[in-house]
């Protein structure tokens, strides 16, 4: 499958917030990722720029050693959606998250997710990656 330069562009950029913001929890590097405008729609966290910064903070303060493994990213236009491995110290079984981004102008406008706890003994043998 191709992809448009416009499509590499926005997989590039979700990609590099992740790793210089939601790896590190850096809050002070959002701004070049984030639009100004930036559009949450995750139930568990309030709207805008600032709470998300406030939000990466608190993270960052209570699981210093989390990690966040990308294991299958994909781009459709001005869509990019990760699936990715959460562990939030080093033992920890985690979460499978899937973070759709919608991305306009360079930066990142809009965020969707959904997540379940990866768990051990259950019903289904395959991993949830």
């Known amino acids: 499958m191709s992809r448009t330069p416009q499509e590499e562009a926005n997989l590039k950029l979700v990609l590099d917030m992740f790793a210089h913001v939601l790896n590190p929890m850096d809050s002070g590097a ?3 990722f984030i639009s100004p405008d930036y559009i ?27 990690v966040h493994d990308v294991k299958r990213a994909f781009v459709d236009g001005d869509h990019v959606t990760v699936h990715y491995h ?3 110290w080093p033992d920890d079984l985690g979460w499978a998250v899937i973070d759709i981004f919608r991305v306009e102008d360079g930066l990142i406008v809009e965020h969707w997710d959904v997540m379940q706890d990866v768990i051990e003994g259950g ?5 949830a990656f």
């Open 123 to 127: 019903p289904n043998p395959n991993s």
């Open 30 to 32: 959002v701004d070049r």
């Open 40 to 66: 949450q729609h995750n139930q568990s966290v309030e709207p805008g720029v600032a709470s998300l910064k406030a939000f990466l903070d608190m993270i960052r303060e209570q699981t210093p050693k989390a």
């Open 86 to 88: 959460v562990r939030r």
